[in-house]
């Protein structure tokens, strides 16, 4: 597989067999055949530990192999693929964090849906969730376009990111406890990464909020006790470690825009929109750090 599109195959006739092999030309693959690749817990806190930039991290987070259920999973949808795209090739691997190296605020999701980032290798990318989330980044100014559909888009994120607490796609979207933790270092070795400009967390979701909780704990942030609730619009203000750049990070719950949560209007775009605009403000006027 070379070249800037993800390949497809013959109309009429089912695409290769997923998962795609690293380094095989999918649009923003940063792995290669000689990236090291995790196959249990332990193995994960040790690359993710010492990895050295952005690109070396999200290289291993999409080879990673560290649990065997979501690794039997993703490649099996990937081979098996839904009716409506049986002549595309599936990603099939961890979807690695995605977007701007540099950015000021952080957007924190569960796990990629099967048909999702697992087929496209982008996070919220070609699945309804996406679609609502997508729209209000771009009504926000946090990306350059209003729709993700593909790897190979114009899409990027202007000054925001996106990571999973799970990278894998997990079956009923439920990963396990145990899976939550193996996958926990890779969102701690991208906070430590990114923290410097970084001004604002956006956790969609309750999943989300207590994955960002665990990994600023491990990151040295001093957390107040108990623990504040998630909700949508919950803003806790944490003192960053001068280690980490100093100054302030704001944490910000938004409910998830799951299929079910838009559809109920438990979330909608409104809401959506009324979260990434407080987080442009915090970003844009409200962290004072020393060191950015
Ligand atoms: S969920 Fe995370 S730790 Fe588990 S295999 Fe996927 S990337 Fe690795």
New binding site residues.
């Given amino acids: 597989m070379t070249g800037g599109q993800p390949p497809v195959a013959e109309p009429g006739k089912p695409g290769p067999v997923g998962p795609v092999p690293p380094g095989s030309g999918w649009p923003g693959d940063t792995a290669t055949a000689a990236t090291p690749a995790?196959n249990d817990?332990g193995e994960?806190r040790a690359l993710a530990a010492a990895a050295g930039t952005l690109a070396e991290l999200t290289a291993r987070?999409?080879v990673?192999?560290?649990?065997p259920r979501?690794?039997e999973w993703?490649e099996e949808v990937a081979r098996v693929k839904r009716k409506s795209s049986r002549t595309e090739d599936y990603w099939g691997r961890?979807v690695p964090g995605w977007g701007d190296e540099r950015p000021r605020v952080l957007i924190v999701g569960l796990?990629p849906a099967a048909h999702g980032g697992n087929r496209t290798g982008r996070i919220f990318t070609g699945d309804r969730s996406g679609d609502v989330l997508f729209a209000s980044l771009y009504r926000c100014g946090f990306a350059a376009i209003p729709t993700s559909v593909s790897a190979s888009d114009t899409q990027r994120l202007i000054g925001a990111r996106m990571a999973a607490a799970?990278?894998?796609a997990?079956p009923v979207n439920k990963?396990s406890v145990t899976?939550r933790d193996?996958?926990a270092?890779?969102l701690l070795a991208e906070l430590r990464l990114v923290t410097a400009p970084l001004g604002v967390i956006v956790c969609l979701g309750g999943f989300a909020w207590d994955a960002a909780w665990t990994s600023l704990r491990s990151a040295g942030f001093a957390l107040p006790r108990p623990k504040p609730r998630f909700g949508h619009g919950a803003e806790v203000t944490l003192a960053v470690p001068a280690g980490y750049g100093g100054g302030e990070l704001l944490l910000l719950g938004c409910y998830h825009p799951s299929q079910q949560n838009t559809f109920t209007g438990r979330v909608t775009p409104a809401m959506l929109d009324d979260v990434f605009t407080r987080a442009r403000a915090w970003a844009d006027d409200g962290r004072q750090s020393t060191n950015t």
């Fill in positions: 995790a817990a994960v987070q999409s990673c192999r560290a649990c979501l690794v993703r961890p796990a799970v990278r894998c997990p990963p899976e193996t996958c270092p890779w």
